[in-house]
């Protein structure tokens, strides 16, 4: 199973970006999706999941301004951000469980909001 983000950058504060994380080469259905962001020196916290039923779940501190979403036909999911801050800047990891097979992680995409 691969996972491949994209959609990281530059943005000033304000601004928006749009994450993409494609899954590939599983053969068992993905139950859950999300998105988890790290910055250096702190553990890696989860921003947002979708099941594969659509329910989603979203931590605190991106409520209101990221909406995630999945097109379960094609194995991927999406991650709004709006109204980001500098607080956002980290790299942002696409998760999913696959039935049978466990847990997977993408590469990391950098996203950095300046002030």
């Known amino acids: 199973v691969q996972l491949q983000a994209s959609g990281g950058g530059l943005v000033q504060a304000g601004g928006s970006l749009r994450l993409s994380c494609a899954v590939s080469?599983?053969?068992?259905?993905?139950?859950?999706m999300g998105w988890y962001r790290q910055v250096p020196g702190k553990q890696r916290d989860k921003v947002a999941t979708?099941?594969?039923?659509?329910?989603?779940n979203y931590a605190d501190f991106v409520k209101g301004r990221f909406t995630i979403s999945r097109d379960t036909a094609e194995n991927t999911v999406y991650l709004q951000m709006r109204s980001l801050n500098p607080e956002d800047s980290a790299v942002y990891y696409c998760?999913?469980?696959?039935?049978?097979?466990?847990?997977?992680w993408g590469q990391g995409t950098q996203v950095t909001v300046s002030s």
């Open positions: 998760y999913c469980h696959v039935a049978v097979q466990g847990d997977y």
């Open positions: 080469g599983g053969i068992f259905p993905i139950y859950l």
């Open positions: 979708i099941t594969n039923d659509g329910k989603t």
